[in-house]
């Protein structure tokens, strides 16, 4: 039997969303929109609602819906803007981006995740994406500056290089602690420097690189 993937994305929207008092209509248009059943192998797909996160290889995931739309939300994107995405793994959370902003620049380490998560996009119809390999703490500076910065994967601190492509008034979402659990953290950049506002207790793999943790 056919698994009916509306009605679960429907049901995870208003349990897992909503009851949890994400509120931008936005986001919850984007969260409603994509197809997350599209973005974990065939498998795992009766699993792809469920109020957790999910194995995508080689020790990565594909994070908790509510993450996905908590971080989206707090980038308070309007829909003009120019956003950098360090971690593309499966590419969910990238298609949730390309909803919500003009322009998403994905940097992911794991180069056999980027041409899956490019035929997926492009398949869905995201063509305001562009996808690199590379060491996301160095971010993107070819496209700098950015609007807004997601970082998802836990960082012992924020990559210098991401602060500097920040743009005035931009805000930097990221989770930031030791490996067993952070604090999600946004960043807001304005003339007098960077100021810090906690967001939440959470949990995720490590970030990766010359900024971020070794490999």
Not at 137 to 143: A, D, K, N, R, V
């Amino acid at each position: 039997m056919a698994l009916n993937y509306e009605g679960a994305r429907q049901k995870m929207l208003e349990s897992q969303i909503r009851a949890r008092d994400v509120r931008d209509p936005r986001v919850l248009q984007a969260i409603r929109k994509v197809p997350r059943h599209l973005f974990v192998e065939e498998a795992l797909r009766d699993r792809a609602y469920f109020d957790k996160a999910l194995p995508i290889g080689e020790k990565q995931t594909i994070s908790q819906p509510y993450m996905v739309a908590a971080m989206s939300e707090a980038l308070e994107l309007q829909g003009r803007d120019r956003v950098l995405e360090i971690g593309t793994g499966s590419g969910y959370q990238t298609a949730v981006l390309a909803e919500l902003a003009e322009s998403v620049f994905s940097v992911e380490r794991i180069a056999s995740f980027v041409p899956l998560a490019r035929r997926r996009l492009e398949s869905l119809g995201y063509y305001n994406v562009l996808i690199k390999i590379g060491d996301g703490t160095i971010g993107w500076s070819e496209h700098a500056p950015y609007d807004a910065i997601l970082v998802t994967a836990a960082a012992p601190q924020v990559p210098r290089p991401l602060l500097d492509q920040l743009k005035l008034g931009g805000r930097l979402v990221v989770p930031l602690g030791p490996e067993d659990a952070q604090m999600l953290v946004r960043i807001r950049r304005d003339e007098k420097g960077f100021h810090e506002e906690a967001l939440g207790e959470c949990r995720f793999v490590k970030l990766i690189g010359r900024h971020g943790w070794a490999g």
